[in-house]
């Protein structure tokens, strides 16, 4: 009788200690069951959060298509020591559960949510001085200047950090509001790509948690499996914690233009042209449509003037498709008197339209924010917080002028659905590291597509996402060969024909560093 009342005892004590817990966090009500109560016992415990506001937060992302996916709590690390915690508990679980990292949350199809699992809110490192968070630049004589990134750092901030070294990172997207770790973990690419490679390419080395819950730092040359797989890994191998990133001089001023053309077969060998020049060439090219509907001036950026507008509304309305042409020199006070003879060198031969080409001369730093000020506008609008049904595709060259005929003709023109940009460019497979997990074309050129579309409400979302499963079914049937960027599929035989000879790899490379199947279960790959 007495070891009954005094285990009785026990379990008492037990309950009461874990229901003070609970009343102290508050959050942590109602407590999900797919998640043991022995993590209350751990230190993180404070960090954790089921608050039915936190759980909301954590399971929307920019897509804004996906949203019925709930985690079971939400963890708010203030050291990466609470991420390993957190992931080395569930490893240790007979039946472990899943744990997915989220940065700025601007993925498209829920791919940062972890239904039943704990979302990390990275973002929640910046509150605390760790030594892997913030930003660090250092010089070595075999690598140059360099900087040590957190992974959870905002690709804005790493540049506002370098400048004031005179430096900057030399690979971009066209957006700087993401993550370190989001956009390494994808590939993270935009104009300079055919120049300086995607940012997976300009990385020297990483510290990285793994589904197993062990920090590793890793490089070509160290723990090499863990660096080629994480990137480009869709976070499948682990969470990136810091990034040693690839830093050059920083120019102080952009040359900015923009040229249209009435012909795609100009337009692309124009730009295929302009990413072959190798010495004193362009530091940016891009490619956009432009179609009679779609509006000169969106998010991206407002460039043309009012006058301007109405010079190429007037060209739209005879010939209902154009394509731009963006390229971008960047210079100094040092040869500030040289940069337009050299541009005009460049742009030299080129068979736009006549006297439809814009300038614009910038700061460094305006040009890559470009977009901030787009987004702002929309927000104060209320048009920002829509669903998003993109589609980013890189297309083979050889596919190039099939595609211009089937899709951005036959299918986007004519049912005149196009409701934001549409970006077409070339970029060369030789900046690519075909080690890494990051699958392009097998082409040496191949162009970066970007359907960025906007949706009023779900009722024109489905409509723009028949347009794409329309896209890709098309490309499937002749044979286009492209693949997807920032990719969703719904099997997992769409991710074996995704990934095709680097698949066996990419599941050893599962096995070896996430072999209970713990992270970033929103890509729907190996669950």
């Known amino acids: 009788m007495a070891k009954f009342f005094l285990s009785y005892g026990y379990n008492i004590i037990i309950f009461f200690i874990i229901t003070h817990l609970m009343s102290i966090l508050g959050k942590l009500k109602p407590w999900n069951p797919s998640i043991p109560y022995e993590i209350l016992s751990l230190n993180i415990s404070s960090k954790l959060s089921t608050n039915s506001h936190a759980i909301k937060e954590s399971s929307k992302d920019f897509g804004k298509i996906i949203q019925e996916i709930l985690p079971a709590a939400v963890l708010y690390p203030s050291c990466v020591n609470d991420i390993i915690d957190l992931i080395q508990f569930s490893y240790d679980l007979s039946v472990p559960f899943h744990v997915a990292a989220k940065g700025h949350g601007h993925s498209i199809r829920g791919q940062a949510m972890a239904k039943n699992g704990v979302i990390v809110e990275m973002s929640s490192l910046n509150n605390n001085n760790n030594d892997n968070c913030g930003v660090r630049v250092s010089w070595d004589s075999d690598l140059g200047f360099y900087a040590d990134v957190g992974g959870e750092q905002l690709w804005i901030d790493v540049l506002r950090s370098t400048l004031e070294y005179g430096l900057a990172p030399v690979s971009w997207t066209d957006y700087l509001y993401l993550t370190v770790g989001g956009t390494l973990s994808n590939a993270g690419i935009s104009g300079q790509t055919f120049r300086y490679g995607p940012q997976i390419s300009n990385v020297h080395e990483m510290d990285v948690i793994t589904g197993k819950g062990e920090l590793m730092t890793c490089s070509k040359d160290m723990n090499s499996e863990l660096f080629f797989g994480v990137l480009g890994g869709l976070g499948q191998f682990g969470i990136i914690t810091r990034a040693r990133i690839v830093l050059d001089k920083a120019p102080t001023r952009v040359k900015w233009v923009r040229m249209l053309y009435d012909d795609f077969s100009k337009f692309t060998k124009d730009q295929e042209h302009l990413i072959s020049i190798h010495n004193n060439g362009l530091d940016y090219v891009e490619g956009s449509l432009m179609m009679e509907q779609s509006s000169l001036n969106n998010w991206r950026s407002s460039f043309y003037s009012p006058s301007n507008q109405t010079k190429i509304a007037s060209l739209l309305s005879k010939n209902k498709i154009m394509y731009c042409l963006e390229i971008v020199k960047y210079y100094d006070d040092q040869n500030a008197n040289t940069i337009d003879k050299k541009l005009k060198k460049l742009v030299k031969g080129l068979k736009y339209v006549g006297g439809f080409m814009f300038k614009k001369d910038v700061s460094f730093v305006e040009f890559l924010n470009r977009v901030r000020s787009g987004e702002l506008e929309l927000q104060s609008k209320g048009m920002w917080d829509v669903p998003h049904p993109w589609l980013n595709l890189f297309v083979p060259k050889s596919s190039i002028m099939h595609f211009n005929a089937a899709v951005f003709v036959d299918i986007i023109l004519r049912q ?83 990934f095709g000879k680097k698949w066996n790899i990419f599941q050893q490379r599962k096995d070896l560093f996430d072999p209970k199947m713990i992270l970033s279960p929103g890509q729907r790959i190996f669950n």
Request: with cysteine; net charge negative.
């Open 416 to 498: 005149n659905k196009t409701t934001g940009p549409i970006l077409v460019y070339p970029t060369s497979r030789k900046r690519w590291d075909d080690r890494m997990s990051a699958m392009i074309p097998e082409e040496e050129t191949f162009y970066c597509v970007g359907l960025l579309h906007s949706s009023s409400g779900y009722n024109e979302c489905k409509i723009l996402d028949n347009q794409n499963e329309e896209i890709l079914n098309y490309c499937d049937k002749v044979g286009l060969n492209i693949k997807q960027y920032l990719p969703h599929y719904k099997t997992k035989e769409d991710w074996i024909k995704h």
